[in-house]
């Protein structure tokens, strides 16, 4: 294996780390600030949709939370206890997310539905107005600032942070419509019928980060096109006669690759671990965060007799 010499020590922090950190703690800011004018707001409207967003809002700050404790402790070192870094946490939190996202997403459907069959006037919409505009522009200011985080950092959690954000601001812009035409048309049944598509949205997006997390957390293989990348990039080396029991798997930013070379049994040993360093240094021009372990075999053991593989080629 070719990795750098692992110190168990605490490290001073990295620009990457105080960027990811910064962007994190952002998120919860501006998700706080959302959370008292919301609320403040639907004292004053008592609109479901609009108490949709006040929702949203709980699960971003909560979401966002776990994120920041999430990336903190996902950007510790390996240490003593823990070999292969702390990366999964960031999945253990998005399972927690999921579950909160799909319990409060289930409570506003059933709320949604018993007002579909009996309406309830929004009062004071013109401050639903305000408050929606208001949203919209502070969370597009921190989409802007997660955007050029990620210019620097290219972090996963961020990244996914900012495009829950971007589904705010779309869910923001769909209940100022629904105020307007409220205003406009007195079509009060336009917000439990919105309500209850927010809902739903917000379980569809609950599965797929629930999907993804698990498949993580079961070290699921990386997609066939990455495989085969893998593969390929294998065999431009010229020595290489054969490449066996490729496995992967991710955690957090950092991807594990192992793999089994088959080269010319004529190689000396010194050879093998030189054209096995090549090999690996190539694999991580395409996975820069890769950890890689590699196995040299003789070309052709696959097929060799059992007897002349357990404890190498035995002396007649």
Not at 142 to 166: C, E, F, G, P
Request: proline letters at 4%; hydrophobic letters at 50%; one cysteine or more.
């Amino acid at each position: 294996m070719r990795a750098a010499e692992k110190s168990y020590q605490t490290l001073p922090q990295t620009p990457y780390q105080r960027l990811v950190k910064r962007a994190a703690l952002a998120s919860v800011l501006t998700a706080a600030t959302l959370i008292l004018v919301k609320f403040a707001a639907y004292l004053l409207t008592d609109s479901l949709s609009l108490l949709t967003t006040l929702v949203d809002s709980l699960l971003d700050i909560a979401a966002s939370i776990l994120n920041l404790l999430a990336i903190r402790l996902a950007l510790q070192p390996a240490d003593h206890e823990h070999r292969f870094g702390h990366g999964k946490i960031e999945s253990l939190a998005a399972l927690g997310q999921v579950l909160f996202i799909s319990s409060s997403s289930i409570i506003l459907l059933i709320e949604a539905t018993s007002r579909l069959f009996s309406p309830q006037s929004v009062d004071n919409p013109a401050i639903g107005v305000g408050v929606m505009i208001f949203s919209i522009i502070l969370t597009l200011c921190l989409i802007i600032y997660q955007r050029r985080t990620l210019l620097q950092a290219a972090s996963i959690a961020i990244k996914a942070d900012a495009m829950h954000y971007v589904g705010d601001v779309m869910t923001n812009a769909a209940v100022l419509g629904a105020f307007v035409i409220i205003a406009w048309k007195g079509w009060v049944w336009v917000d439990p019928l919105l309500a209850a598509a927010i809902a739903v949205y917000f379980m569809t997006v609950a599965w797929r980060v629930g999907r993804e997390a698990v498949s993580v957390l079961i070290d699921r293989e990386l997609s066939d096109a990455d495989r085969q990348k893998i593969i390929a990039c294998i065999y431009q080396h010229p020595k290489v006669r054969a490449v066996h029991d490729l496995r992967t798997r991710s955690a957090g930013q950092h991807v594990f690759i192992q793999y089994h070379l088959e080269l010319d049994p004529a190689v000396s040993l010194l050879e093998a671990h030189y054209i096995s360093d090549q090999v690996e240094e190539m694999v991580l021009a395409l996975f820069p965060n890769a950890e890689i372990i590699s196995h040299q075999d003789p070309a052709g053991i696959e097929g060799m007799p059992p007897e002349m593989t357990q404890h190498g080629l035995e002396k007649t």
